[in-house]
């Protein structure tokens, strides 16, 4: 059933994102552009050509750029992040994450998190979902073993 979740939660996001927009979600690389899109969104909504649906539409992207390394109902796992690329995260997808709870906990975690606003956009997103959604720590177990060098 989760799987079916994920897969609708895909189909529904990648549609939504089809719509194009003035700002991009293509043109969010960095933290503050992301955090003044999603404080956009929660503020002004997120009408097509708006700066908060380049908050919305960076979400679909995250989502549908793991779809094919992904398998569905797998937690998402992030490796190599950090300043020095020696760190690693995981979530798990809710069965719904609204745009706005996206936009919510991106800004939440920023202003918890000042360091943050340096790191690049993708990094402060997987951050902010891992802190809301983190996985089981049976998960993170694989993780480590995973970037564990073959002998």
């Known amino acids: 059933m989760k799987k079916i979740a994920m897969l609708a939660l895909g189909v529904m996001l990648g549609a939504v994102g089809m719509a194009g927009s ?19 969104l929660l503020d002004n909504g997120a009408g097509e050509g ?14 549908l750029a793991q779809e094919e390394t992904l398998t569905m109902g797998e937690p998402f796992r992030a490796r190599r992040i950090g300043p020095k690329e020696d760190q ?43 802190r809301k959604y983190p996985c089981n720590p049976e998960d993170l177990k694989d993780m480590e073993s995973a970037d564990t060098p073959a002998e």
């Not at 708006?50 to 989502?63: M, P, Q």
């Not at 919510?104 to 979902?129: C, I, K, S, T, W």
């Open 88 to 130: 690693n995260a995981c979530f798990e997808l809710p069965d719904k994450l609204s745009y706005r709870d996206f936009a919510q906990q991106v800004v939440g975690y920023a202003g918890d998190n000042p360091d943050m606003r340096q790191r690049p956009a993708f990094e402060l997103a997987v951050r902010a979902l891992e």
């Open 22 to 40: 003035a700002h991009a979600a293509a043109d969010i690389e960095d933290s503050e552009t992301l955090i003044s899109a999603c404080q956009s």
């Open 50 to 63: 708006s700066k908060g649906a380049a908050c919305k539409e960076f979400v679909t992207g995250l989502v």
